[in-house]
């Protein structure tokens, strides 16, 4: 079947015509984009900033105050005091001194003398440890405990209160065998210290310790039991 074409639908007849209409088109738009100018738009002003003349703000400088020590005091005032007195005392210069010299026939008197042996004794070294220690009764420190607990008196106040305990008591056997300076080294009360220190006190003589084969002083500390049967 052959195909047939309208005249009206060909558009190869109007090619030319649409060709020049495109071409009439790009020249105006050309012309117009070559014409076109642009225009200054004022913009708004925000305001002109003028010159401010800061004033500058002096601060003084300060410095702290420096604090005086106070002045010291005045010194006290002396009033001096003249004692007068009248140049009419007669004032003996002479020296007199006896003659001391000793000669050969100068005798001295020590009769007029005392020597306090209570004294002497006093001061003699009080030994801890020497060579021949001191004994009582010939049985030592055993003999001794045994005296303690035969004379020791419980003293009734502390029975009462149940007190009990240790005193240790310090003496002194002297050269001629008696017992001095008795004090509690360590105590338990006040009635239990004091009969220790009287059984002590009423010890009978020692045999006095010896360094080298001399009587000497020599001190000992003994422990007391207090102890409620």
Same mark, same amino acid.
């Given at each position: 079947?052959?195909?047939?074409?309208? !005249? @009206?639908?060909?558009?190869?007849? @109007? @090619?030319?015509?649409?060709?020049?209409i495109?071409?009439?088109?790009?020249?105006?738009?050309?012309?117009?984009?070559?014409?076109?100018?642009?225009?200054?738009?004022?913009?708004?002003?925000?305001?002109?900033?003028?010159?401010?003349?800061?004033?500058?703000?002096i601060?003084p400088?300060?410095?702290?105050?420096?604090?005086?020590?106070?002045?010291?005091?005045?010194?006290?005032?002396?009033t001096?005091?003249?004692?007068?007195?009248?140049?009419?005392?007669?004032?003996?210069?002479?020296?007199?001194?006896? !003659?001391?010299?000793?000669?050969?026939?100068?005798?001295?008197?020590?009769? /007029?003398?005392?020597?306090?042996?209570?004294?002497?004794?006093?001061?003699?070294?009080?030994?801890?440890?020497?060579?021949?220690?001191? !004994?009582?009764? *010939?049985? *030592? /420190?055993?003999?001794?405990?045994?005296?303690?607990?035969?004379?020791?008196?419980?003293?009734?106040i502390?029975?009462?209160?149940?007190?009990?305990?240790?005193?240790?008591? /310090?003496?002194?056997?002297?050269?001629?065998?008696?017992?001095s300076d008795?004090?509690?080294?360590? *105590?338990?009360?006040?009635?239990?210290?004091?009969?220790?220190?009287?059984?002590?006190?009423?010890?009978?003589?020692?045999?006095?310790?010896r360094?080298?084969?001399?009587?000497?002083r020599?001190?000992?500390t003994?422990?007391?039991?207090?102890?409620?049967?």
């Amino acid at each position: 079947m052959e195909l047939k074409k309208s !005249d @009206k639908a060909n558009l190869e007849k @109007k @090619k030319g015509l649409f060709l020049q209409i495109g071409l009439v088109t790009v020249l105006a738009l050309l012309l117009i984009a070559f014409e076109w100018t642009t225009r200054e738009v004022a913009t708004g002003s925000l305001g002109e900033l003028s010159d401010v003349v800061m004033e500058e703000e002096i601060i003084p400088i300060t410095r702290p105050e420096e604090i005086q020590p106070p002045p010291p005091p005045p010194p006290p005032q002396v009033t001096e005091v003249l004692n007068i007195v009248e140049d009419d005392v007669d004032i003996d210069d002479e020296l007199f001194i006896d !003659d001391v010299e000793a000669r050969a026939d100068t005798r001295i008197d020590f009769t /007029q003398m005392v020597f306090d042996d209570e004294q002497e004794a006093e001061e003699a070294e009080v030994f801890f440890i020497v060579e021949d220690m001191p !004994d009582f009764q *010939g049985g *030592g /420190q055993d003999a001794f405990r045994r005296y303690i607990a035969e004379n020791l008196r419980y003293p009734q106040i502390a029975a009462e209160n149940g007190i009990q305990g240790r005193v240790f008591v /310090q003496f002194v056997v002297n050269a001629d065998g008696s017992v001095s300076d008795a004090t509690v080294v360590r *105590g338990v009360d006040p009635s239990l210290d004091r009969e220790a220190l009287r059984v002590v006190m009423s010890s009978p003589k020692w045999t006095p310790g010896r360094q080298r084969g001399q009587p000497v002083r020599v001190a000992f500390t003994f422990p007391i039991n207090f102890v409620l049967q």
